[in-house]
């Protein structure tokens, strides 16, 4: 689309139209292009630059087993080997995030 821009000469949102994206997306894609030509344009995926960390179902297990125990947080972070922010929000989304909710068996 930028190549046909630049050597026909055609309007920039006449072949966004074309290609189905908005005008504002045509704009910053050729500005993109000028500023480092196609290496630019290269990789440009609609993902987060960072992804969330997730729990395979056994640490999920060890996870409970472990507040079963009575353990804090940090502990469970430390054993686990995990962010402490990453694991209170799983403790959180599993009703584990504090210790007076916990009853020990």
């Known amino acids: 689309m930028l190549r046909q821009h630049i050597a026909a000469h055609l309007p920039l949102s006449t072949l966004a139209g074309l290609e189905g994206i908005s005008i504002l997306t045509a704009y910053k894609s050729l500005a993109r292009y000028h ?7 290269v990789d ?3 993902v987060r630059h960072t992804q969330r960390l997730t729990l395979d179902p056994r640490q ?8 079963d125990e009575c353990c804090i947080l940090r502990r469970v972070a430390k054993v686990l080997a995990a962010p402490l922010s990453f694991m209170g929000r799983i403790l959180k989304e599993l009703g584990l995030g504090r210790n007076i909710n916990l009853e020990p068996t």
């Open 44 to 46: 440009r995926r609609s």
């Open 35 to 41: 500023s480092r030509y196609t290496t630019a344009l």
């Open 60 to 67: 999920l297990q060890r996870t409970v087993d472990l507040r």
